[in-house]
């Protein structure tokens, strides 16, 4: 079965330090490989999404992702982070792209919180 | 512009009453899910339809009902057997190549 694992709960940086957001995955197929955002009482905004080539992807919002298969991790990144960022961040993991939808199992997100 | 439209924002039941949350998409796609968001957690499917008049049961299916007559629209009924709707609901929709699901805004359901 496929799972998604994002061991901090909570996490406070200051503004304008470095972030990094942990995701392992469990699926048994090349996966593929989403971090989405919320903010307070709305929906899920899609950050990058991750199938094949290179491994290190850039999002919006001047997120990135790596992802590492010998590691079965996605952590998220962002060099400088802004007042803006504070929110929950969700990693997901699904099948190949094809034509039978996109069925994606969710992480139980991190909330993420920002010092002035 | 395209997206997902979930109406209303914010519902209230009574206890013993069915109510409807709504989900509209125009992005075309033939995909649409329900998703259940509890306080502190992720995000768990109710039910999915992969096109139209065809759906299947998701993770906590039980006390909820849907029904997939036009592309466009997957309503889904929060029934009286469903003992503890409170929660943050989600719609989303994905295309037939299988891309990623795009978000409505969610309904926030409370019991009176």
């Known amino acids: 079965a496929q799972s998604v694992t994002q061991p901090d709960i909570h996490i406070t940086v200051s503004e304008g330090a470095s972030l990094e957001l942990r995701c392992n995955y469990s699926?048994?197929?090349?996966?593929?490989l989403f971090w989405y955002v919320q903010s307070p009482g709305q929906g899920l905004q899609l950050l990058l999404k991750y199938f094949s080539g290179d491994t290190l992807v850039q999002g919006i919002k001047g997120f990135e992702a790596e992802f590492k298969r010998s590691q079965s991790s996605f952590n998220l990144r962002k060099p400088s982070v802004h007042w803006s960022d504070a929110a929950e961040y969700f990693c997901a993991v699904g099948p190949p792209p094809s034509n039978a939808g996109n069925m994606l199992t969710f992480g139980g997100g991190t909330r993420l919180m920002v010092k002035p | 512009d395209g997206g997902i439209t979930q109406s209303p924002k914010y519902l209230f039941r009574k206890e013993g009453q069915n109510v409807t949350l709504s989900c509209e998409q125009n992005l075309n796609h033939d995909a649409m899910y329900w998703y259940r968001q509890d306080p502190g957690q992720g995000l768990r499917l109710i039910y999915y339809?992969?096109?139209?008049?065809?759906?299947q049961k998701g993770d906590i299916a039980e006390g909820y009902s849907v029904s997939r007559e036009k592309k466009e629209s997957f309503p889904l009924t929060v029934t009286s057997a469903q003992k503890n709707p409170t929660a943050f609901y989600l719609c989303?929709?994905?295309?037939?190549?299988?891309?990623?699901?795009?978000f409505g805004d969610g309904t926030r359901l409370s019991i009176l």
């Open positions: 989303a929709s994905s295309g037939q190549s299988g891309g990623p699901q795009h």
């Open positions: 699926y048994g197929a090349t996966p593929y």
């Open positions: 339809s992969q096109i139209v008049n065809d759906f």
